[in-house]
């Protein structure tokens, strides 16, 4: 009677091994948290393929049952621990054990994950808020009354350009 002991199904990601894994590498076969998908997609000596969590547990493909090669397996038996097919459940085997089916298990497990990620949001989101307040959205709005400056015409009164000249042709005085 452990409720934390759930807490502990959680798929942690491969890289940092602290952080929830909610992407998952479809090429590499590892789990990774948001902040190692980046450092994951960096190394290209392998084209990646990181899809979420959830795409890839619905995508997921059961392995096939060793017994009834074209059955996949749909249950676990606890007691074998092994994976094994609907038609391995026979009075003859697993009789009285523990059968668990597999799609439950990581349904269950995503249901862990998605509790985690409320957790997570609880404590981002007051950061968001502050981040929102602290924001200079708002300046003064009075700002707007700005009084455009008319160009001023200034009157000039020059007079008219053009100045004339007084031709005063002296010639007279000849004797
Ligand atoms: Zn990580
Ligand atoms: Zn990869
Ligand atoms: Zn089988
Ligand atoms: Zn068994």
């Known amino acids: ?12 990601c491969a890289l ?21 998908v980046a450092k994951h997609l960096s190394d290209k ?8 969590l959830t795409q890839y547990l619905s995508s997921l493909q059961f392995p096939k049952c060793s017994d009834h090669p074209d059955k996949q397996c ?20 697993h009789k009285h054990h523990d059968l668990f089916n597999l799609k439950e298990i990581y349904q269950n497990k995503q249901e862990v994950i998605r509790n985690d990620l409320e957790e997570l949001e609880k404590l981002i989101y007051p950061k968001y808020q502050e981040a929102a307040t602290n924001s200079p959205v ?20 020059s007079p008219p350009s053009g100045s004339r000249r ?8 000849n004797r």
């Open 166 to 173: 007084h031709h005063s042709n002296t010639t007279g005085g």
């Open 45 to 52: 000596s392998q084209v990646h393929t990181v899809v979420s």
């Open 16 to 36: 940092c091994r602290d952080a929830v894994a909610l992407m998952y590498c479809n090429v590499c076969h590892m789990h990774l948290c948001d902040d190692c």
């Open 74 to 93: 749909k249950l676990y038996c606890e007691n074998c621990d092994c994976l094994i097919c609907l038609h391995c459940v026979t009075p003859e085997k």
């Open 1 to 12: 009677m452990d409720p934390s002991h759930s807490a502990q199904d959680v798929v942690r």
């Open 138 to 157: 708002k300046r003064a709005d009075g700002s707007q009354h700005w009084q455009k400056l008319r160009s001023a015409r200034k009157t000039r009164r």
